[in-house]
């Protein structure tokens, strides 16, 4: 949908990159770094002072508190984090539980490492974990359950009570849990809570996450992984033949965005709220069906008023005619059937654009 943004010259509101740029003491840290000398292969899994300055965020958000050198991996971006996480981690014919929709690579990546796939249906409007289906899913070839809250693309987070629920069955089972983290900043109506936080379930998960979506810096491909000592061992194995390591100056850069004061992370969730605002709204008085989001930075929509056959004919008419480029959601389930008559916009844009793009769909757009 970007290369056909591209072609038609449409304001792209798919693909979920901002279209502004991160802080200035970010980027001037990476550029000292650079001036520096820090250009060569940085240690495997992370400079020191990054692992350090992950688990001193880890601990400030969760209350956890990690080893920097024997819990916690650097990575290439959190798609890494995810590869080595399940190549180290899930062997071929162990059963993996995603719940649909979901980002893409999830499913990519376990078909990779040769496991068996079930999936879970969270439903509109409100996309709650259906916990009796997902208590009879669980088998005993079961190896882990892999969850993204706050969750793309439908926006929801996951409630302490879903958590709650979600821990107990893998306890009871001996299930890991695997947890893509990466929106945690960017949340509105509820509070963020890491599975690993709860009761009994440190020693069991894997925590990913990133620093492109919390500071709108999408690529420099930073990530990492939060484990216990005998989970890390395992992703550490996959990722030192899948990158080995991560750009050293970004990685300097990094260390100190994770050190940004609390008023960072304030100021970021008041703009994004405006943002989501504007593309809700705007939405709803366009004659879309929106679903409630209340974090990350995407808002998924019923495009059924319209009168399109699916997801993929309504966003190719969308970028084609209206000059709006969205993302059909068929592409995040199995079956693609699920998701046809959902599409998914982006609000990590700035408020000019955003506006533009509601005015063009408000002026073309037709029930």
């Avoid at 061992?233 to 990158?243: D, E, K, N, P, Y």
Wanted: glycine share 8%; aromatic share 10%.
């Amino acid at each position: 949908m970007s290369m056909l943004a591209i072609k038609y010259g449409a304001i792209n509101l798919g693909q979920g990159f901002p279209s502004f740029d991160g802080p200035e003491f970010v980027k001037e840290a990476a550029i000292q770094a650079i001036r520096d000398g820090k250009n060569q292969y940085a240690r495997g899994f992370g400079i020191p002072d990054l692992n350090i300055a992950i688990a001193e965020r880890f601990k400030k958000d969760t209350g956890l508190v990690v080893d920097p050198d024997k819990e916690v991996t650097v990575t290439t971006g959190c798609t890494e984090a995810i590869g080595a996480t399940i190549l180290g981690l899930i062997n071929p014919g162990d059963e993996v539980i995603l719940f649909a929709p979901f980002y893409d690579s999830y499913n990519a990546t376990l078909s990779m490492a040769g496991a068996t796939i079930k999936t879970i249906t969270l439903r509109p409007p409100d996309f709650a974990v259906p916990i009796e289906e997902l208590k009879s899913t669980i088998s005993k070839n079961t190896r882990a359950i892999l969850i993204n809250t706050p969750h793309n693309p439908t926006g929801k987070m996951f409630t302490r009570e879903e958590l709650n629920s979600i821990a107990s069955l893998c306890i009871e089972n001996d299930v890991l849990v695997l947890t893509d983290e990466v929106y945690h900043k960017l949340t509105f109506d509820m509070e963020h809570i890491s599975i690993a936080s709860l009761p009994g379930m440190f020693e069991r998960t894997v925590t990913m996450n990133s620093l492109g979506k919390t500071f709108s810096l999408t690529g420099w491909k930073i990530g990492w992984a939060i484990a216990p000592p005998h989970l890390t061992w395992g992703l550490r194995q996959a990722h030192t033949f899948i990158t080995f390591s991560t750009s050293h100056p970004f990685q300097c850069g990094a260390a100190v965005a994770l050190r940004a004061p609390d008023s960072y992370f304030i100021e970021l969730k008041r703009d994004y709220m405006v943002k989501r605002a504007i593309l809700m709204e705007g939405s709803k008085a366009i004659g879309f069906k929106v679903f409630p989001s209340s974090g990350t930075f995407f808002v998924l929509v019923d495009h059924t008023p319209f009168g399109f056959e699916n997801d993929v004919a309504f966003c190719e008419y969308l970028i084609k005619e209206v000059g709006v480029a969205a993302i059909p959601s068929s592409v995040f389930y199995l079956n693609p059937e699920e998701g046809k008559n959902l599409v998914r916009f982006t609000f990590c844009k700035d408020e000019e654009t955003l506006r533009a793009a509601v005015e063009r769909m408000k002026e073309k757009l037709r029930k």
